[in-house]
């Protein structure tokens, strides 16, 4: 792989809420090296509001983030994709479209913390929680020397990364 910067995609289903939140940890720790995006399959089409408060509580501000289907980067003007990341187990199983520039895939499945709890605030500690394994995730990504790995050395990077889960059951 050359020296140059490196387009990331992460994939969820309703892309609401942890693709959202992938793309943004991407965006604090790669800058420069790694540009962030993300889609889902089936887009919700809005933020989850608790992906809102949290990219707002990192300083993040959540209107620069949208949700969207993994069409917009697929067709002839869509930007060559480097790495393709699906964060829940539903995009994983799904058969995804042909990606130009044939990127390489990894699987770091998380639970929804979109998902229905007893109560609004089990629900804040999930997506906290989300939050902080796909950040821990991402700098390990970040670190990597992504200009001398080649795809086989990056895939197998990639895997241990995404097998690396420390994060509990929520």
Known sequence: MNARNFNVLFLCTGN???????EA?????GAGRLTALSAGSHPRGE???MTIR???EL???PN????KSWDVFTGPDAPVIDLVITVCDNAADEACPVWPGHPVTA??????????FESDDRQWQAFQTAYTELDRRIKLLAALPMETLDRPSLQ????????SATMGAV
Do not use: C, N, T
């Open 16 to 22: 609401s809420a942890r693709s959202i939140m992938a």
């Open 25 to 29: 940890a991407l965006r604090r720790h």
């Open 47 to 49: 933020l989850h509001p």
């Open 54 to 56: 949290l990219l707002g």
């Open 59 to 61: 300083g993040f501000d």
């Open 64 to 67: 620069d983030f949208s949700s």
């Open 107 to 116: 699987h770091w499945g998380l639970p929804d913390p979109a998902r229905e």
């Open 156 to 163: 197998a990077q990639l895997e241990v990364i995404g097998q």
